[in-house]
C-alpha cells in the first residue's frame, strides 16, 4: 500500500513539473498564423501585412498571414476561436464582427466567451463615393436621385451586415430615402467593381476607398464622422448634407483563442503598440483614414460590448438578414 501511495505521489510530482516546464516554455515556440477572415486586397488584410514582417523580427517567430474568407468575416475568426490558446493564432477583425452575432443566429462559436480580446487597433469614417461616370457630384445629387426613385439606385458594400450597409440603412430612415444593397465578399471585390463603375455607389471605410479618389476614378460624396477627415479635408459630412447629427465609425481589432494566457496577450499587445508608434506606420495608416487607437485587451472588450448592442437594435429594428 505504502509502495503504490509513493508511486502516485512520484507520478504527481513528474506531471507537476512536466506541466511547469511547458508553462516556462518560451513564447512563441513556433511560427503564429495572423488570419485575416475577408480576402487580400481589403484592410484586414493590409494591416496583417504590415504588422507580420515587424511582428516576425520582434518575436524570433515566422508570422503567417492567411486570408480565411466568408461568412462575413466568421468562417476566419471561427478558426480562431476554436484554435488551441496557446499563443500561436490571432485574427484582426473589422467592424462586422460585432455585427455577425446578431445577423447569424447559428455562427459556429460564441463572439463573447470564445474569443479573448487583443487591442482595438484603429477607428474610421467611411465613406459614400460615386463612380466619376455617374452624375452624382455631390451627397445632396445622389439623395435627390434616391428619394425620386427609391430602389433605383444602387451602391455596393463589403458585405450584408457590414456597418456600411447598417448605416446607408439607418441613414435612408432618418433622411427618407432607399438605396438597392449590392452585397460583396471583402473589401478587395468590392474595390474592383467599383473601380470599374459596376457599382455606380459605393460605401466603405475611407482606408479603402481614398487611393481611388485621388486618381480620379471615382468622387468622393460625403464622410460618415462628425468632423470632415483629415485625409478629405475638402469631403464634407453626412451630417453637414442632410443627414443632421448622423454619425458612424468602422473599426479594426485583434483578437486571440479564449484562455490564451494573459501574459501572451500582454506581449502581443505590447509588440502591436511598439509597430503603431513607429512614424512611418502613423503616417501610413493615416494617410488611409485610420485614427489608430492602440488599446489594451480591457479596452477592446468593454468596445466590442457597445459595438454589438448598438448594431444589434438596427439589426432588429430594420429586419435585416443574412442575404439581404
Known amino acids: 500500500m505504502h509502495a503504490f501511495v509513493r508511486t502516485i505521489a512520484a507520478l504527481a510530482v513528474a506531471a507537476f513539473a512536466v506541466g511547469a516546464q511547458a508553462q516556462s516554455e518560451p513564447w512563441p515556440s513556433k511560427p503564429i498564423r495572423l488570419v485575416s477572415p475577408f480576402p487580400p486586397g481589403g484592410t ?71 474569443l479573448a480580446p487583443v487591442m482595438l487597433i484603429a477607428t474610421g469614417a467611411m465613406l459614400i463615393t460615386g463612380h466619376a461616370s455617374q452624375p452624382y457630384k455631390t451627397f445632396g445629387d445622389l439623395l435627390g436621385a434616391a428619394r425620386a426613385t427609391p430602389g433605383g439606385v444602387n451602391f455596393g458594400s463589403i458585405g450584408t451586415g457590414s456597418l456600411a450597409h447598417l448605416a446607408m440603412t439607418q441613414m435612408g430612415a432618418q433622411a427618407n430615402f432607399r438605396m438597392n444593397h449590392v452585397p460583396y465578399k471583402g473589401g478587395g471585390p468590392l474595390v474592383t467593381d467599383t473601380v470599374a463603375g459596376h457599382v455606380p455607389v459605393s460605401m466603405a471605410t475611407v482606408a479603402l476607398l481614398t487611393p481611388h479618389v485621388r486618381n480620379g476614378t471615382i468622387v468622393p460624396l460625403a464622410v460618415t464622422s462628425a468632423q470632415r477627415d483629415p485625409v478629405l479635408p475638402n ?41 503603431l508608434r513607429d512614424p512611418a506606420v502613423r503616417e501610413r495608416l493615416g494617410g488611409l483614414g485610420m485614427n489608430i487607437q492602440a488599446s489594451g485587451p480591457e479596452e477592446l472588450g468593454r468596445f466590442i460590448d457597445g459595438q454589438m448592442t448598438r448594431w444589434a437594435k438596427v439589426v432588429k429594428d430594420f429586419n435585416i438578414r443574412a442575404g439581404d
Do not use: C
Not at 451630417?239 to 479564449?258: D, N
Open 44 to 114: 484586414t488584410d493590409q494591416l496583417a501585412r504590415l504588422f507580420a514582417p515587424r511582428l516576425t523580427e520582434a518575436l524570433g517567430q515566422q508570422v503567417i498571414v492567411e486570408n480565411r474568407s466568408g461568412g462575413n468575416g466568421t468562417i476566419g475568426t471561427g478558426i480562431v476561436a476554436k484554435s488551441p490558446p496557446d499563443g500561436h493564432t490571432f485574427v484582426i477583425v473589422f467592424d462586422t464582427h460585432a455585427v455577425n452575432p446578431s445577423l447569424l443566429p447559428n455562427m459556429s462559436f460564441d463572439t463573447k466567451n470564445d
Open 235 to 275: 469631403v464634407p459630412t453626412v451630417s453637414e448634407s442632410g443627414v443632421p447629427g448622423f454619425e458612424a465609425y468602422a473599426w479594426w481589432g485583434m483578437l486571440a483563442p479564449a484562455k490564451t494566457p494573459p501574459a501572451v496577450i500582454q506581449r502581443m499587445n505590447a509588440e502591436v503598440a511598439k509597430i
